[in-house]
C-alpha cells in the first residue's frame, strides 16, 4: 500500500517568513494530492490539492509542487502570519475519474508555529 | 462547521467494554471514512463506505467494526479486541472537487475515547 513520509514535524519561523513542508509518497500510481490544516481544537480542513498532471499550483500565499519522477511533493507558504499557525498533513491517493470514492494516505503531520 | 458531526466529544469506558462512536452527516454524501488520529502518526484510515450498505476495510480496521445502514450515518464500534483503543476518532465524509477531480474529505469535530 501507500506510504506518505512527511517532514519536518515541527517547524517553527517569524512572521514574514517562508515556510516549506515536504512529503514523499511510496506508489507511484498515486495520482492526487491534498494538503490539510487543522488549526488547534479544530478539524482538519482541504487548503490546496494536486493532480500528478500539474507540476505547480498557486493559491494566494500558499503553492505546492510535485516532483513525480521523485516522488515528492512540498507546500510552500510565503508571508507567514501567525494566524498559519496549525498542523498541516500532506496526503497521497490513487483516484480515478470515476471513482465515488477517495481514500487518503495521510502523512505524520507538521506542527507549523509563527512567531509574531 | 455544520454538516457532519460526531457524538460524543468525550468518551470514557473501561477496558474490555465494546463502545460505539456516532456519525452523522446532512451534505448528501456517499463515501464516509473514519481515521484514528494520534500524536505523530496522522490520520491513519479504520474504514470506509462508498455507498450504503457497503464497506470496507482501511489500513488499521482490526478490533474495529462499522455499518452503513443509512447514507447519513456511519457508527463505529470499538471493540474489546482493539489493543490501544485510547485515541482521537475523527468521522468524514467526501465529495469530489470540480477543479482536480479528487475527492475533499470534510471531517467531522472528533470523539476522544479514553479506556481505563
Known amino acids: 500500500g501507500e506510504n506518505v513520509e512527511q517532514h519536518p514535524s515541527t517547524l517553527s519561523v517569524q512572521e514574514g517568513d517562508s515556510a516549506v513542508i515536504k512529503c514523499t509518497y511510496s506508489?507511484?500510481?498515486?495520482?492526487?494530492f491534498p494538503w490539510y490544516k487543522q488549526e488547534l481544537g479544530k478539524r482538519p480542513q482541504l487548503i490546496i490539492d494536486i493532480r500528478s498532471n500539474v507540476g505547480e499550483k498557486k493559491d494566494q500565499r500558499i503553492a505546492v509542487t510535485l516532483n513525480k519522477t521523485a516522488k515528492h511533493f512540498s507546500l510552500h507558504i510565503t508571508e507567514t502570519q501567525p494566524e498559519d499557525s496549525a498542523v498541516y498533513f500532506c496526503a497521497a491517493s490513487w483516484q480515478a475519474g470515476g471513482t465515488s470514492y477517495g481514500k487518503l494516505t495521510f502523512g505524520q503531520g507538521t506542527i507549523l508555529t509563527v512567531h509574531p | 462547521d455544520g454538516g457532519i458531526t460526531q457524538s460524543p466529544k468525550y468518551l470514557f469506558r473501561k477496558e474490555g467494554q465494546n463502545v460505539t462512536l456516532s456519525c452523522e452527516q446532512n451534505l448528501n454524501h456517499d463515501a464516509m471514512y473514519w481515521y484514528r488520529q494520534d500524536p505523530g502518526q496522522g490520520l491513519r484510515l479504520i474504514y470506509y463506505?462508498?455507498?450504503?450498505?457497503?464497506?470496507q476495510k482501511g489500513d488499521i480496521a482490526e478490533g474495529y467494526s462499522v455499518s452503513r445502514e443509512k447514507k447519513e450515518s456511519f457508527p463505529l464500534t470499538v471493540t474489546s479486541a482493539q489493543k490501544n483503543p485510547t485515541a482521537f476518532y475523527l468521522c468524514?465524509?467526501?465529495?469530489?472537487?470540480?477543479?482536480?477531480?479528487?475527492?475533499?474529505?470534510?471531517f467531522g469535530p472528533g470523539t476522544r475515547l479514553t479506556v481505563t
Open positions: 506508489d507511484s500510481a498515486s495520482n492526487y
Open positions: 463506505s462508498q455507498i450504503v450498505n457497503d464497506f
Open positions: 468524514a465524509s467526501s465529495i469530489r472537487r470540480r477543479g482536480t477531480g479528487g475527492h475533499e474529505q470534510y
